[in-house]
């Protein structure tokens, strides 16, 4: 299964309960919630805003993995043995489910 297309941005703090939302842009005025931090519940991370961003950056991330990944391999196949594109490649793995 895909993941929510990005971009993905965070709203500011809900004023009541601190959470934030990782949401899609909007389409057509709406917007798709990707995840929602605790915000400053008794057991949240303290965190909170730091996290936000890491989910928020994570398909702009992957996309850079990828093409990053793609560039390294059409320059020279010798990169498939190196210890850093194997990481690469179980990364991707990991985002896609496939790990």
Excluded: Q
């Excluded at 057509?28 to 519940?41: H, K, P």
């Excluded at 303290?46 to 793609?70: G, K």
Aim: net charge negative; with cysteine; proline share 5%.
């Amino acid at each position: 299964m895909k993941h929510t297309k990005g971009p993905w941005h965070i709203t500011e703090p809900n004023a009541i309960n601190g959470k934030r939302f990782i949401c899609t842009e909007p389409a057509d005025g709406v917007f798709y919630t990707v995840a929602i931090t605790m915000g400053d519940a008794a057991w949240s991370h303290i965190n909170d805003a730091a996290n936000a961003r890491l989910i928020a950056a994570a398909p702009d991330l992957l996309d850079a993995l990828r093409w990053t990944l793609e560039s390294l391999i059409d320059d020279y196949e010798g990169w498939n043995d190196m210890p850093v594109v194997k990481a690469a490649r179980a990364a991707i793995a990991k985002a896609e489910g496939a790990a």
